[in-house]
């Protein structure tokens, strides 16, 4: 796999290579996994492209320091930008943009008591509950990193948010948006089966479970295809269109069969790769801890769209942000379908993209 994880590794063992020959297998036609840039025209001057990330696109000092030590052994260009959090669903119809109060009312309808009534709810208190539960997430977080087995391990969200009377307004324009934007999940599937620790945890570490002193984030100079492009300077052997069929281990060595029916021995193996597609390699030689660890994550398909056409976003433009999450009415552990919308401005190239997120 020439995923981050896969070309950080390779890059590492590459660095010494007399002790070291390195071999990078890659099923598709690029390298680079989730990393991802596209070179688009500039509405002013065709001529022009700019970088545009639709894969990995920002990270921060607290969360990825490994991650930026790379970039600095690497001598990759990096700069500040910044992330904000929006919710549109309907068509508009309801919007609200966590920047700042005049931000979050947005929609001055909002301000009013009642002017909330068709949609089911009063933002005012879905801010309570939004401070209720940032309360209520940091001292389970703080927990879970005392116990090795935290009481709520194997509780999902619709549990936690129904034994703890937090409000569906809530739930369908906080919760499930944030779910939508970072893991682009079904609304059936956040409420049933998403688990809370795995939200709590996350949120925690991305600084969203208080008011202030939010992360300065930071995005790769020039588009993130620059790191990976560094990384192939060292890194040499890489065979792009060739999946891994199959991973034995035999008299202390790996054997390897490729899509090309190519057998290779290795002395040893990295499988950079998703878990569904680790256990399918190993298939038979896989222990049964091995099965079990790697059958225990599942996955869902999605599509994303790169585009600049600015009807698709309906509402006042202050309602706006650099991710989004919406939809359509679903929720409340119904089957609504979750979009996550990116909208990335392109500097110093003067328009705007969008990447839209969403399940097959």
Not at 4 to 16: E, F, H, K, P, T
Not at 73 to 95: A, D, H, I
Not at 96 to 102: A, E, H, Q
């Amino acid at each position: 796999g020439s995923g981050v994880s896969g070309l950080g590794a390779a890059w590492l063992l590459s660095r010494d290579p007399k002790k070291f020959s390195v071999t990078v297998y890659e099923s598709g036609d690029y390298v680079g996994g989730h990393t991802h840039t596209v070179l688009v025209p500039s509405l002013t001057d065709p001529a022009k492209k700019c970088p545009v990330d639709t894969g990995f696109i920002v990270f921060n000092p607290n969360t990825y320091p490994n991650l930026i030590s790379f970039f600095r052994e690497l001598e990759v260009p990096v700069r500040q930008t910044s992330m904000s959090f929006s919710v549109s669903r309907n068509k508009g119809e309801f919007e609200w943009c966590g920047d700042n109060l005049d931000t979050v009312f947005c929609q001055r309808e909002n301000l009013l008591p009642w002017g909330n009534a068709k949609r089911g709810g009063s933002m005012y208190r879905m801010i309570l509950d939004l401070l209720k539960f940032n309360r209520q997430a940091n001292e389970i977080a703080a927990e879970a990193d005392s116990l090795v087995v935290h009481p709520l391990a194997n509780m999902t969200l619709g549990e936690f948010f129904k034994t703890n009377n937090y409000s569906d307004f809530f739930f369908n324009n906080y919760i499930l948006p944030t779910t939508a934007a970072v893991w682009s999940t079904p609304a059936d599937m956040t409420f049933d089966k998403f688990p809370l620790l795995t939200l709590i945890r996350f949120m925690r570490n991305h600084s969203m479970l208080q008011a202030g002193s939010r992360p300065k984030w930071r995005t790769v100079q020039n588009g993130s295809h620059t790191y990976v492009k560094k990384v192939l300077e060292t890194v040499t052997d890489v065979r792009l269109n060739t999946s891994v069929v199959s991973v034995v281990r035999k008299e202390g060595k790996v054997v390897i069969t490729d899509s090309t029916g190519k057998v290779e021995t290795y002395d040893h193996v990295i499988l950079a790769t998703h878990t569904d597609q680790a256990l399918k390699i190993l298939g038979e030689d896989a222990s049964p801890e091995e099965r079990k660890i790697l059958g225990s994550i599942k996955y869902v398909k999605n599509r994303a769209v790169l585009h600049r056409d600015n009807s698709v976003r309906k509402g006042a433009r202050r309602g706006r942000a650099s991710r989004g999450g919406g939809g359509g009415g679903g929720g409340g552990g119904g089957g609504g379908r979750g979009e996550c919308e990116i909208t990335l401005s392109a500097s110093p190239a003067p328009y705007e993209v969008r990447i839209i997120f969403g399940q097959k």
